[in-house]
């Protein structure tokens, strides 16, 4: 399993050339509800545009929905101490908790992850 940050997952949805390694992945794709929620923020602040609505994302086959035990989950993030960005924190500790792969571009997250993380 393969748990798509949120860069990742604007790349897939948007076809951008960087997803075509994670499209040949044989490996399961996931979403975090975090990176959910983050690209809802920056489709409404104008950052980010989508060809779909967000609810389309949950329906999307390319990828399954996870959703972990969110006590669980936040007090994973709490121990993840090197960034004061929320998001990475839950999609780091979200990772961290499946024992999947991260990939993402962040290379802050790859430093920190090493091999957990797939750099895209």
Known sequence: MILLDTNALIWIATGH???RPLLRQQARLCVSPASLLELQIAVESGRVNLPQPIEAALQD?????DDPPASAWFLQAAEVSWTRD???RLLVAHARLRRWRLA???TRI???LGSAA???
Request: glycine share 4%.
């Open 61 to 65: 086959e390319r990828w399954l929905v």
């Open 104 to 106: 993402t571009g962040d």
């Open 86 to 88: 929320p998001f990475d």
């Open 118 to 120: 797939m750099e895209l």
């Open 17 to 19: 050339a960087r997803s």
């Open 110 to 112: 790859v430093e920190h």
